[in-house]
């Protein structure tokens, strides 16, 4: 039999184009980012951008020289495995997490239905966009995942029956793959972030599926497996240094996690940590002059607007699918191993959400910090906010500090990629040589999200 490395993409593709053709008959706008809610955008470098390109990707191909001079297997073991039980949270946590789930939900849903209708004047979108997606999620990977205890959806789904069916195991985490690329889709090419009303909305209808999958195979099984929140939270989750385990919380070092043999079992668990890493490029690829150049034309030669979407965001989950395989057939080749592909897909996978991380806090740290101000204030007058509520002026400093998140996040994907390597292969040369394609697939990566970052943001190619 032939082995084949990372997954199929074909049930991701085929969902993806019916939702692009479902889209085509919906009136609206398409407004990649909208700019009430994102932060400054990248200032003028002091170096030519070749130059601090090749210096990033050159940080990662140092750092794989470094690490492959750690050859002591026992070392690496003990970092891995270095750590101590904190003891657990109480049931006191956990109330208290899940009431503050559901008054956060309550919150969105009353401003958002009856607050401002301008989005970065509204406590409901800034709720959402700043305190949630920039900052509470940045906790999920800096410190650990609370989103369990939080997430009112499941708060609300445990006190309700359930058929108890079974969750088929064919559908995998197929749905939690197809959930956050839909998600991203929505929100790049509708205002979601501008527009309160629309967002209660999606709001409203993302609950109800919750509670309806919840209700038909339990809220384990669900939000274990299809809610593609909970399931990015708990991927990004493994990258912190808290971590819960039957004993309790436990203290790791930061990334460790991901070096836990078996929590990826399918390839569906192998094309969602793909697509963790893949939305947070594509998010922040359509808000660059670049893409709004490129998706102009296309819609001046004729193209519809969702189309030139769908299709960008369909073609770039298959290259990074693509891209992710072609380095795991390197990982065999360069290995000379007989572990399958993918067998390889699945232990490598992991360091991708180091990556993931590092980028998710470079794209969101400017625009928490410039509107955090601005939510302090709506916050106290959700329903009847100043005309204009003030907005910090972000430092310099700050789009340092997201290209120091970026090279980090890929630090560390060398160390867990590393680390994996030793923990799979007997030879040390041939755990060395496994980790080329990987790599050498970092940086590439690496050179692309700094250019990403180092962009001017481009106005939305059409409102």
């Given amino acids: 039999m032939t082995d084949r490395a990372p997954p199929r993409p074909r049930p991701v593709l085929v969902a993806l184009s019916l939702l692009a053709l479902a889209a085509l008959a919906l009136p609206g706008r398409v407004l990649a980012h909208a700019g009430g809610v994102r932060g400054a955008g990248a200032g003028d470098l002091a170096v030519p951008t070749w130059l601090f390109l090749a210096t990033g990707g050159g940080v990662i191909g140092a750092s794989f020289l470094l690490a492959s001079f750690v050859t002591d297997r026992a070392y690496v073991r003990r970092l891995d495995a270095w750590g101590d039980l904190l003891g657990d949270s109480g049931r006191t946590a956990t109330l208290a997490g899940r ?12 401003a958002g239905a009856f607050g401002p209708d301008v989005g970065n004047r509204n406590a409901a979108v800034l709720l959402v966009w700043v305190a949630w997606w920039g900052a509470y999620v940045a906790t999920a990977y800096l410190l650990g995942n609370t989103w369990p205890a939080v997430n009112p959806f499941r708060t609300v789904a445990l006190a309700l029956p359930s058929l108890d069916r079974e969750y088929p195991d064919s559908w995998g985490r197929w749905p939690a793959v197809v959930g956050l690329l839909a998600l991203v889709f929505l929100e790049v ?4 972030a501008d527009d309160p009303r629309l967002l209660t909305l999606v709001v409203v209808g993302y609950g109800l599926l919750s509670l309806a999958g919840s209700v038909a195979f339990g809220a384990d099984d669900w939000f274990g497996n299809a809610d593609p929140v909970s399931r990015l939270l708990a991927a990004y989750g493994r990258v912190a240094p808290i971590h819960r385990t ?24 192998v094309a969602f940590v793909v697509a963790v890493l893949f939305v947070t490029t594509f998010d922040g690829f359509v808000g660059t002059a670049a893409w709004a150049e490129v998706a102009r034309t296309l819609f001046l030669a004729g193209l519809h607007p969702l189309l030139v979407y769908a ?9 990074f699918l693509a891209a992710y395989a072609v380095a795991v057939r390197a990982a065999r080749r360069y290995g000379e191993t007989f572990v399958s592909a993918t067998a390889l897909g699945r232990r490598f996978a ?11 806090l470079a794209h969101n740290l400017g625009s928490v910090l410039a509107l955090a101000p601005t939510l302090a204030v709506v916050l106290a007058a959700p329903l009847s906010p100043p005309p204009s509520p003030p907005q910090l002026l972000v430092p310099g400093w700050i789009g340092g500090v997201g290209i120091a998140a970026v090279l980090g996040g890929h630090l560390l994907a060398v160390w867990v990629a590393h680390a994996t390597a030793y923990d799979l292969f007997p030879d040390r040369l041939q755990a060395i040589r496994s980790q080329y394609g990987v790599t050498a697939a970092m940086v590439v990566y690496t050179m692309v999200s700094l250019w990403i970052l180092t962009r001017p943001g481009g106005a939305p190619p059409l409102v």
Wanted: aromatic share 6%; net charge positive.
């Fill in 350 to 360: 992991p360091s991708l959400l180091a990556i993931a991380a590092g980028y998710h």
């Fill in 99 to 110: 009431l503050l789930g559901l008054a956060g939900l309550a919150f969105v849903l009353v």
């Fill in 189 to 192: 090419v509708t205002p979601l």
């Fill in 311 to 319: 299709v960008g965001m369909v073609v770039g989950y298959a290259l």
């Fill in 246 to 269: 039957g004993r309790g919380l436990r203290l790791r070092l930061p990334g460790m996690g991901l070096t836990d043999a078996g929590w990826l079992r399918a390839r569906s668990d």
